[in-house]
């Protein structure tokens, strides 16, 4: 069996989609899986090496006649026996189409989906009612009704020791103490999902800071982050001296920017790649999400929940956001309702269990 996935879009996209992956090595031991995927995730791939037999790249910017010549390149190379569409570039789908493939799954969703899937689970996933991971599963069900999930993902790193080191090189260079915890912080977000406001980030530092005297706070953020960035930095600079290190996760890549971030104490960010990146290595973390249900964390929450992950969101009833659907106002309103107290309160205590934690395994 040679199972061909596409999945051509985001970075938290693709990690949620990782459950169907590691579902079908366990119901299919002996199955070679394909993905096709975006460019913003090819350095994701390499962290999935076990469950990932191959993988192409079709950006999803390049010409309608390019995307149907590489994509036709693909089924004739990979030749699969099944193919899946679960998000992203929907080119594919034409290519598995002409190339012959008798089983073409996944989400039934837009016009052309509906002409070229034959195997297709029609889904409304705007309605919300279940998590993305879940959504991504129940493509499956036309491959074998009573499959069983496998949602472990996890990753590790053997090899982060230099780059950890040359890490501490770096933040000690620009003043702060190396030995202190790391807090990072990722105030950048892409898309139109609500973010909690840039001054609440801000004051969530200002306000840990003053509590406890042995944190570096490393500020996280890629080059499409930079209206975020300028903005928090503009917020801090009349501040006391703070020990903020700006970390450019991009200038040496997904995978390098994981294995820092696998070292930290704790994370705090929005709906967004990296926050699925930190729940991905396994640190502590607190979640800011919107209500509103097509982008709220019932739907893009993080794969795993457990006392390490803290979803921080509006309470609003049902009607007020029916109301306030389209109206900014509101929307900044809400946000603002995710008190920084709070947050606050929960990253003390996740420092602070983590404290007892390292305390216990040294005894």
């Known amino acids: 069996m040679k199972i061909l996935i596409n999945r051509s879009d985001a970075i938290g996209d693709l990690i949620l989609t990782m459950p169907v992956l590691k579902t079908l090595k366990t119901e299919f031991p002996n199955c070679e899986i394909g993905l096709i995927i975006s460019p913003r995730t090819t350095e994701l791939v390499t962290l999935f090496s076990d469950m990932i037999d191959k993988s192409w790249v079709v950006d999803k910017k390049d010409s309608f006649v390019s995307k149907l010549k590489i994509t036709k390149n693909i089924i004739k190379e990979f030749n699969p026996t099944h193919y899946f569409y679960i998000g992203g570039d929907t080119t594919a789908n034409l290519a598995a189409f002409f190339g ?33 991971s879940d959504y991504n599963l129940e493509l499956l069900k036309p491959l074998k009704e009573s499959i069983k999930a496998n949602k472990e993902i996890s990753v590790g790193f053997e090899n982060s020791d230099s780059d950890f080191f040359d890490f501490q090189n770096e933040i000690e260079k620009a003043g702060l103490n190396p030995q202190d915890k790391l807090v990072f912080v990722h105030p950048g977000m892409t898309g139109h999902t609500l973010n909690w406001p840039i001054e609440y ?19 996280s953020h890629t080059p499409s982050d930079a209206k975020y960035i300028e903005e928090l930095k503009n917020s801090l600079s009349e501040k006391q001296k703070l020990p903020l290190y700006f970390f450019d996760g991009s200038k040496r890549g ?50 795993r929940r457990d006392n390490r992950v803290q979803i921080m969101d509006p309470v609003i009833e049902c009607h007020e956001l029916e109301q306030s659907a389209g ?32 305390n216990a395994s040294r005894d």
Do not use: C
């Open 254 to 303: 997904l995978v390098h920017y994981a294995k820092i971030l696998s070292r930290a104490n704790l994370f705090l960010g929005p709906s967004t790649g990296t926050t699925h990146i930190a729940n991905l290595v396994g640190i502590p973390q607190i979640g800011i999400y919107s209500p509103i249900l097509v982008q709220s964390a019932k739907r893009w929450g993080p794969l």
């Open 100 to 132: 012959g493939v008798s089983f073409r799954g996944g989400l039934m969703s837009k016009a052309q989906t509906f002409l070229t899937l034959n195997k297709g689970v029609r889904q409304k996933r705007s309605k919300a009612l279940m998590h993305e």
């Open 201 to 219: 980030y801000s004051e969530f530092i200002i306000r840990l800071a003053k509590e406890r005297a042995d944190l570096n706070f490393i500020i």
């Open 327 to 358: 109206d900014h106002r509101a929307h900044s309103k809400w946000m603002k309702s995710i008190d920084v107290d709070k947050v606050v309160s929960h990253a003390q205590k996740f420092l602070s269990k983590g404290e007892e934690n390292a």
